[in-house]
């Protein structure tokens, strides 16, 4: 969203909008194919269209979620690295920095359990929206500019970004309308074993959820248009991150942002790391226990591979970019999936879906489609840029 709004003012605002509206329904029709089956999307799939296509689609993801846990890293111990060298009398490195928040969650996710994470999550989702939203306030753009932003227009151009335009808006998508948001949500679901008797209660919380989504997003993107779009800057380090704060904190800036911005990043880390074992325990219809050795040793093979990006300095913007753009490349093969799946009526009985669903379903197929088109296009040629 930082990089949206830096690179196209409020142009992609249309976006975050659309985006959160398709993430509300299809969290509504993931929870509804649980509900009504008592399997997980994933289990699903493997058992009624293929194990081939369950493996594959996990596989897809786990590159993913790998790449995106390097580029988040990355992002936070470049954070804490300016942050140290302002306030403290000594520097500290942008690897001292990956391996002591790498370590961290990894020891909170070895004595913690799902309940423990969930009351973290809130409280660092709580930090970052009150930091965000409270910057946009005090720098808020006209009516008319946010107007703007709500009407349809692809960016041609994204000058002086290391990222093209293609991989912005679909890194946008990836983001919202996000695969593991669905797939987890299933296995949630399936864990407290909701039932259609509870459908109200599964489409309020789906509602509030989006709606969060779309305020924090939207001011996000409406902070970095306020703040670094107007002075030019295209957000491709953390250097030029710490203006977005500036509006609120003045000289305290840095320290501010570092709390909304740590908080974002953590509230991100922490599920990432937990979704590989997440998705192997679905496949394999286990319980989910990640404090087995098997796991245990997995999530520290994964710390590892992040800590991996800081010492051999990837771009770490650059990087997270490309891994949220794939997301968005992923999601038709996911949104088709459950689309057959909801249609069958041996397994949805009197749920199955009605002609509306159909209808936005379709809809919501072609955008799909039409993003990952996106992100195909913007993943060559930024890969192309590097070679």
């Not at 957000?235 to 908080?263: C, D, H, T």
């Not at 997440?278 to 098997?294: F, G, M, P, S």
Request: aromatic fraction near 10%; charged fraction near 10%; hydrophobic fraction near 55%.
């Amino acid at each position: 969203m930082s990089k949206a709004g830096a690179n196209f003012g409020l142009d992609l605002l249309w976006t975050v909008l659309i985006s959160c509206v398709i993430t509300y329904y299809l969290i509504v029709l993931f929870s509804r194919y649980t509900m009504v089956t008592g399997e997980t999307v994933v289990q699903g799939i493997k058992k009624h269209i293929g194990s081939g296509l369950a493996i594959g689609l996990l596989t897809a993801l786990t590159i993913i979620i790998v790449s995106a846990l390097a580029g988040l890293l990355g992002i936070l111990a470049d954070v804490m690295s300016e942050w140290s060298n302002t306030v403290l009398p000594f520097e500290l490195s942008s690897l001292f920095w990956a391996i002591f928040i790498g370590v961290l969650v990894y020891v909170v996710i070895w004595i913690g359990n799902y309940s423990f994470f969930e009351n973290i999550l809130a409280v660092l989702v709580a930090v970052m929206g009150l930091a965000f939203v409270a910057t946009m306030v005090i720098n808020l753009p006209s009516f008319s500019d946010l107007m703007k932003g709500f009407v349809p227009s692809i960016p041609e151009v994204a000058k002086g970004s290391d990222n093209s335009p293609s991989v912005i808006l679909a890194g946008i998508v990836g983001t919202t309308v996000s695969v593991f948001a669905f797939i987890i949500r299933s296995q949630i679901v399936q864990d407290t074993k909701w039932s259609m008797s509870d459908n109200s209660i599964q489409k309020r919380d789906a509602f509030i959820s989006a709606s969060l989504m779309f305020i924090i997003s939207a001011a996000i993107l409406i902070t970095a248009s306020s703040t670094l779009y107007v002075q030019g800057l295209s957000m491709n380090n953390v250097a030029e991150m710490i203006p977005l704060m500036e509006p609120i904190a003045g000289k305290a800036a840095l320290s501010v942002f570092v709390i909304g911005i740590l908080a974002a990043g953590l509230s991100s880390h922490l599920p990432n790391m937990l979704v590989i074992p997440w998705l192997i325990i679905d496949y394999k219809e286990q319980e989910r226990n990640t404090q087995t050795t098997y796991y245990r040793i997995m999530l520290f093979v994964l710390t590892f591979t992040s800590i991996l990006g800081t010492a051999f300095e990837f771009r770490p913007v650059f990087v997270l970019m490309l891994s949220q753009a794939c997301i968005a490349i992923v999601l038709p093969v996911t949104i088709g999936s459950v689309f057959y799946l909801t249609c069958k009526k041996k397994l949805m009985g009197t749920h199955v879906n009605k002609i509306h669903d159909v209808l936005i379903l379709s809809m919501v197929m072609l955008f799909s489609l039409y993003v990952s088109s996106l992100g195909i296009e913007g993943l060559i040629a930024d890969l192309k840029s590097i070679l």
